[in-house]
C-alpha cells in the first residue's frame, strides 16, 4: 500500500488518529492490547531504556500513558524528560514513531483515570513498588491485602502513580512496500510547542 502525501494531515496527530482508529477497527477483539507502545527513555548520562506501555488517551497536547512516577521510567523521566513512542501495527503494516518531551498530567486527570479502573487494578497500583527487588512474592500480596482492608470504600491515588504526556516535536509514519522500498514521511514541529508542523519524504 502506498502513502501518498497528499492524502496526509497537515497536522500529525490527526494523522495519527487516523491510523489508530484504521487499527483499532482492524484489531477488534483479536488484538487485546491493540493501544499498545514501547516507551523509550533515558537517563541523565543518556542511557536508554525501553518498555511497553498502554497508550490511553490522545489529546491535541500528545500521548498519554499511566505508570509509577517511582519507577525506573519515571526516575528517568525526571532526570531526563525527552522520550520516545513507537508503535507498529502489524496488520497495516505501519509503524508510527513520536519524539519528544514528556510531563506529567494534571492531578484531576491521573484521580480520575486511577478511579475509573477496576478495584483490583487500583489495589495493585496502589500496592506496587514498581522496578525495585520484590524478595519475596508475599510483600506484594500481603500490601494488596493490607490496602484493601483500610479502604473498604474508595482507593486513594497514591501521589506516586498517575500520568505522563508525551508531547511531540517529531513524528513519522512508516508504510511498509513492496521490496522494502518503505514509504516514510517525517513531520517536525517548526517553531516551538503549538508552533507549525514541516513535513518531508525519508529514504527507507
Ligand atoms: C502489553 C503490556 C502493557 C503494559 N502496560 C503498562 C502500563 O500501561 N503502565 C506501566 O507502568 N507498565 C505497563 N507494562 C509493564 C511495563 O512494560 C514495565 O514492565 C513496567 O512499567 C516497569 O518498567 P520500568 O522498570 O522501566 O519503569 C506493560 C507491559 C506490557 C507487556
Request: with cysteine; net charge positive.
Amino acid at each position: 500500500m502506498a502513502l501518498n502525501e497528499s492524502d496526509l494531515c497537515a497536522d500529525p496527530m490527526a494523522q495519527f488518529r487516523l491510523w489508530f482508529a484504521e487499527w483499532r477497527k482492524h484489531a477488534g477483539d483479536a488484538e487485546g492490547e491493540f493501544n499498545a507502545v514501547t516507551l523509550a527513555t533515558a537517563d541523565a548520562k543518556g542511557k536508554p531504556s525501553a518498555r511497553i506501555v498502554l497508550l490511553k488517551e490522545v489529546d491535541a497536547g500528545g500521548f498519554v500513558f499511566y505508570t509509577n512516577y517511582q519507577s525506573r521510567k519515571g526516575a528517568e523521566l525526571a532526570a531526563n524528560p525527552n522520550a520516545a513512542l513507537t508503535f507498529w501495527w502489524p496488520a497495516m503494516e505501519r509503524q508510527v514513531r513520536a519524539e519528544g518531551v514528556v510531563a506529567k498530567v494534571a492531578a484531576a486527570q491521573s484521580d480520575a483515570y486511577f478511579h475509573s479502573r477496576p478495584r483490583k487494578s487500583q489495589l495493585g497500583a496502589a500496592a506496587s513498588q514498581q522496578s525495585e527487588t520484590l524478595t519475596h512474592y508475599a510483600a506484594l500480596t500481603d500490601e494488596i491485602a493490607r490496602l484493601d482492608k483500610n479502604h473498604p470504600q474508595k482507593i486513594p491515588r497514591p501521589q506516586h502513580w498517575g500520568g505522563y504526556r508525551l508531547t511531540p516535536k517529531r513524528m513519522e509514519f512508516w508504510q511498509s512496500r513492496a521490496n522494502r522500498l518503505h514509504d516514510r514521511v517525517c513531520y517536525c514541529r517548526v517553531g516551538g510547542e503549538g508552533g507549525e508542523w514541516s513535513r518531508g519524504r525519508l529514504w527507507p
